[in-house]
Nanobody
Framework: VQLVESGGGLVQPGGSLRLSCAAS????????MRWFRQAQGKEREWVAS????????NYADSVKGRFTVSRDNSRNTLYLQMNSLKAEDTAVYYC???????WGQGTQVTVSS
């Protein structure tokens, strides 16, 4: 099983980023997928989820209305569109399936002017 996150970077407050998570080694289309983030000195927290077939989504209150999770089962890829970014969104972002498997390396998102 491998999860490879990408798309992070440095962005100004109010800006946007699109993260990707390339999955391999399991049947991607059969699993709920989730995004998590971990800010420096804090515990990893759940950000968003998407169900495998119908694509029903759920979000943490802190990102609701600003972030959109989506998936392309034909490409085994999970996405996170992040708009109206705030300084408090700065963290390393990770994806994982449910039930969870080994974590990838994550992608750093830094929101700063």
């Amino acid at each position: 099983v491998q999860l490879v996150e990408s798309g992070g970077g440095l962005v100004q407050p109010g800006g946007s980023l699109r993260l990707s998570c390339a999955a391999s080694g399991f049947t991607f289309s059969s699993y709920e997928m989730r995004w998590f983030r971990q800010a420096q000195g804090k515990e990893r927290e759940w950000v968003a989820s998407i169900t495998p077939t119908w694509g029903a989504t759920n979000y943490a209150d802190s990102v609701k209305g600003r972030f959109t999770v989506s998936r392309d089962n034909s490409r085994n890829t999970l996405y996170l569109q992040m708009n109206s970014l705030k300084a408090e969104d700065t963290a390393v972002y990770y994806c994982n399936r449910f039930p969870a498997t080994n974590w990838g390396q994550g992608t750093q998102v830094t929101v700063s002017s």
